[in-house]
């Protein structure tokens, strides 16, 4: 049940809070809980806007969002970013100003509240899947995660869109509509569009299913990762010692390398290029021109690359 108690089990009610308040359905339910918290206990409570300028209708998204903070007395930080596609598409460029954004804005113990529900994380899985994910890219997003100095948290991970907009339509809420989400030629929205419909036609409550996969498969990761850490936790890490890394088998060394770039805070590159890393790096005899770099998966981490150095790969940022 959509209630402001959702939101406290989820943050630390003495740290500043932040609303990523894009005007849409899904965020405009989270910020209305979060006022609805404050007049409980006392939070202190902002939202921050981000102006993409990639619609026309983005100055008027910006003053209804303007319109309804002022109405619910939340201060309200407006960032305008300019978005050109990096090669991985403009959903992807976008992502990647926002996130540079809050992570500027917020300080130490500060936390940004994001209105991810359990619909995205069923078509995030299926967009990392069809990218030719790992087994980890099936745990879909975190609920709460590091972010710059502060923390990210997602406390509506567990609802499903159904009950956000019922909660619109019993709180009366208003909202904007952005037409791009109805474009097909975007990944996410030709599975919410075409792919999701169908399967939820034929399988009711479709989401909550792949939710489910999620939670198990986080779990069983987490004890895996927690036995590799065991046996090779001084291979895991920014620098793999190339050598010690050729004496385990093939699946161990992949999942080794992919442990140490998630140690790194850097986007999971997706299986081909683990290939290409195993066979540039192990397969081969590299030397200091030796270079294999990825993009970002989701748009929350940073692209990443690595070199050969000195007898070690060596992982960075790209």
């Not at 620098?239 to 699946?251: A, Q, R, T, V």
């Amino acid at each position: 049940m959509l209630t402001p108690d959702l939101i406290k089990n989820n943050l630390n009610i003495k740290d500043n809070v932040f609303v990523a308040y894009s005007g849409g359905p899904d965020s405009s339910v989270l910020l209305d809980l979060c006022v609805k918290l404050r007049e409980i206990s006392k939070i202190n409570l902002s939202a921050i806007h981000v102006n993409h300028n990639l619609s026309k209708k983005s100055i008027d998204w910006e003053k209804h969002c303007i319109d309804v903070c002022k109405k619910l007395s939340v201060n309200l930080v407006i960032e305008s970013a300019e978005i050109s596609s990096d090669g991985g598409g403009l959903e992807s460029a976008a992502r990647k100003a926002r996130y540079k954004i809050f992570k500027n804005i917020l300080k130490e113990n500060d936390q940004i509240l994001l209105g991810h529900h359990s619909d995205d994380v069923a078509e995030t899985i299926f967009m990392r899947i069809l990218r030719g994910t790992g087994l980890e890219g099936i745990d879909g997003p975190k609920d709460k995660r590091d972010l710059g100095l502060g923390r990210l948290i997602r406390p509506l991970i567990k609802v499903s869109k159904r009950e956000i907009m019922d909660y619109i339509d019993d709180n009366d809420l208003s909202f904007i509509n952005d037409d791009s989400n109805k474009d097909i030629k975007f990944d996410r929205n030709f599975i919410r569009h075409k792919i999701f419909p169908l399967l939820e036609d034929r399988w009711k409550e479709f989401p909550a299913r792949v939710n489910s996969l999620s939670r198990i498969s986080k779990e069983r990761n987490k004890n895996y990762k927690n036995l590799v850490y065991e046996k090779f936790d001084n291979l895991i890490g920014n620098e793999i010692n190339l050598k010690e890394l050729k004496k385990i088998p093939k699946s161990l060394a992949y999942d080794v390398i992919r442990y140490s770039i998630k140690e790194c805070n850097i986007a999971i590159p997706n299986s081909k290029i683990m290939q290409e890393i195993y066979k540039t790096f192990v397969d081969s005899n590299p030397g200091p021109k030796s270079l294999v770099t990825w993009s970002r998966s989701d748009g929350e981490d940073p692209a990443g690359m690595i070199i050969y150095k000195e007898g070690s790969l060596i992982i960075s940022e790209r």
